[in-house]
């Protein structure tokens, strides 16, 4: 018996060590889901040709259409991705250097409404 309770308080301990592990690194702020980068909850994510590398051009009521993926103060970048500081302040996830971005029209995760919009937005692609 004491045996048994020395091994579930080893398996806590490393538990405890995993996750203190993992919130110590970054996790990627997207993952690819049928060829196309999307974020936690699946939605698809985009890009925009107006765009300069690493700073976006999309404010104001651009943005209310095309929301930036936020990032929060502290997080660190994974390999590929950065985190561009915005007009006024606020931390956005880039992948590749350029900024990304949701589609409002999108409602539902696997929707690619926005690809093509205006000739200059697209999905963003791994």
Not at 9 to 20: I, N, R, S
Not at 64 to 86: D, F, N
Request: net charge negative; aromatic share 10%; charged share 15%.
């Amino acid at each position: 018996m004491t045996f048994k309770f020395v091994s579930v308080l080893a398996v806590a301990a490393t538990l405890g060590a995993c996750e203190a592990y993992a919130d110590g690194h970054a996790s990627a702020p997207a993952q690819v889901q049928n060829g196309i980068l999307v974020d936690a909850k699946g939605m698809s994510l985009y890009t925009f040709d107006n765009d300069a590398a690493g700073v976006s051009n999309c404010n104001g009521g651009c943005a209310a259409s095309w929301p930036p993926l936020m990032a929060k103060a502290g997080a660190e970048a994974p390999e590929g991705y950065s985190i561009i500081t915005r007009k006024g302040g606020d931390l956005q996830w880039a992948y590749q250097d350029q900024p990304l971005y949701l589609w409002i029209q999108d409602r539902k995760a696997g929707q690619t409404t926005g690809d093509g919009v205006g000739g200059v937005w697209h999905l963003a692609r791994p």
